[in-house]
């Protein structure tokens, strides 16, 4: 007697809450994503989430008279795990969780002539030879935002949308090369200069619309 009226117990949790579980497709800065929606409470719901793309980048710069052409591409992917607290009852939310960030930019440099710039110095660069960078971030990012749209009581479709900041502290940047003959202190020279400029990159802005199906 005691285990089926603990059965009836857990039932009357888990029940009502999987009943109103929503799949959602997504856009947003994070790249195309799917997520699930499950509702926890009567104001607060359970938000699990994966986001991925991939994005060319290309780019020309010019230091001490030396172009360099650089190109290469930010790899997004990531999954987040948030909770949403709905105050009013309504569809407005703030939500707040984590983001596991497995983003990555990577590049190489291609000079437009038979010469690179590394750390302000000209190298002469030969067949097979190249720069590159890599930008690492921090695997795992608080996150804080507002957002529309709530797991409905009935079954169909539904809207949502999202504007948030991902804590994702400085990323980490890399610079090296196989060019014969470069001095290491220029190496070093490009990787301060290359972590200096990322210092502005601490905060990723999200913004997000999708639209949901709930079962």
């Known amino acids: 007697m005691k285990k089926l009226a603990l059965a009836a117990i857990l039932s009357s949790f888990t ?18 994503g799917v ?27 010019t230091s001490n008279g030396v172009p360099t052409n650089y ?20 569809s407005f939310r703030l939500s707040a969780g984590v983001i596991f960030n497995n983003n990555k930019f990577e590049m190489t440099a291609q000079p437009s002539g038979t ?39 009935n079954s169909g479709l539904s809207f949502t949308s999202d504007i948030g900041v991902m804590f994702q502290g400085k990323p980490k940047g890399s610079v090296t090369t196989n060019i014969a003959g ?10 301060t200069d290359l972590n200096d400029a990322l210092d502005n990159f601490r905060f990723y802005p999200v913004i997000s619309f999708g639209i949901g199906y709930t079962f």
């Open 15 to 32: 029940l009502p809450a999987f009943a109103d579980a929503t799949a959602n497709a997504k856009l947003s800065t994070l790249g195309f």
């Open 35 to 61: 997520e699930a929606a499950i509702p926890l409470t009567q104001s607060v719901d359970a938000r699990i989430g994966y986001n991925g793309y991939k994005y060319d980048f290309d780019k020309t710069s």
């Open 71 to 90: 190109s290469g591409d930010l790899k997004l992917s990531n999954a987040q795990v948030l909770a949403d607290w709905h105050p009013w009852g309504g």
């Open 115 to 153: 010469t690179v710039n590394i750390g302000g110095t000209p190298y002469t660069i030969g067949a097979g030879e190249a720069v590159n960078a890599t930008v690492d971030f921090n695997k795992t990012a608080p996150y804080l935002g507002v957002g529309w749209g709530r797991t409905p009581k």
């Open 182 to 191: 470069v001095n290491q202190n220029d190496v070093n020279r490009a990787n």
